[in-house]
Every structure is written in structure tokens, then in C-alpha cells.
């Protein structure tokens, strides 16, 4: 990870191509199975600088690094692709931070990001509250 971090934690995420591949019943399952992981693909650690978003992947996992000017919407909550009935507290103690950024001038890509899962809840208000707030 680089220097002058603002936030730093582990982070399981997905694009949202990937996690429309999961079945509705494999979604609604996931919730059924105690402390199990929220839906996700890849996992490692993240970190938040002024300009970067940088993702490391755990164990040879992809890596990713989004530039801050990139970023085109920024979201937290549940949609039809991470749906509520996905986690088993049915997004009253978390929900899923989802951005979406350029990758070229007119195409764009979605991640989807639960930092910091302890099995109850996530960081992920606080991310979202300091993206927000370096966009601006």
C-alpha cells in the first residue's frame, strides 16, 4: 500500500457481472448460513489516499487501483444484482458499498465492496462518508 493513507481495512468485493452470476437461490441461501461471508469474489485489503482507491488482492487475487476522478456514481445500499435478502440481517446492520467508475471515456464498470465484515457488521458508511466527502 502506498503512503499517506486516509482509511485503510480488508475488503471482500465483486463486479457487477460477477455477482449477477449467482443464482437468486444462491443469494437467498448465503443469508441462511450463520457468520458465512457476504456474496463476493475477491478479497484482500484496501486503501483510500486523496486520489486513489487501491484494492491488493489476498493471495494472488486481482488487483485494483480507481483513480478518485474516475468514479461517476457512489452508492451504499442494496439493488436488484446485492440484494437486502442476500445478507442475513437483511441490511439493518450493513450494506454494500457500490461504485461505479470510467474505465474509458464512455464505458464504465461496478464494483461492489464490504470492508472490514466481522460477521455482524461492516465499515462501510465510514468509506462511503469519506469518498463522498473528497468528491465534493
Known amino acids: 500500500m502506498t503512503e499517506d493513507l486516509l482509511l485503510q481495512g ?6 457487477s457481472h460477477e455477482l449477477a452470476e449467482f443464482t437468486g437461490e444462491y443469494k437467498r441461501m448465503s443469508a441462511m448460513l450463520s457468520f458465512s461471508p457476504p456474496l463476493h469474489r475477491h478479497s484482500g485489503n484496501i486503501a483510500l489516499t ?31 444484482i446485492f440484494p437486502a435478502h ?9 450494506q454494500p458499498l457500490r461504485i461505479e467508475y470510467y474505465t474509458s471515456t464512455l464505458t464504465t464498470e ?7 465484515f466481522n460477521g455482524l457488521y461492516t465499515h ?10 473528497l468528491l465534493e
Do not use: H, M, P
Open 10 to 15: 480488508t475488503v471482500k468485493w465483486s463486479y
Open 110 to 116: 461496478c464494483i461492489y465492496l464490504v470492508i472490514d
Open 124 to 133: 462501510d458508511k465510514a468509506w462511503y462518508n469519506a469518498l463522498r466527502e
Open 86 to 94: 442476500s445478507v442475513r440481517s437483511r441490511g439493518i446492520l450493513w
Open 50 to 80: 486523496t486520489t486513489e482507491l487501491i484494492i491488493e488482492g489476498a493471495e494472488g487475487d486481482e488487483d485494483l487501483t480507481l483513480k478518485l476522478s474516475a468514479i461517476k456514481q457512489l452508492y451504499l445500499g442494496f439493488d436488484d
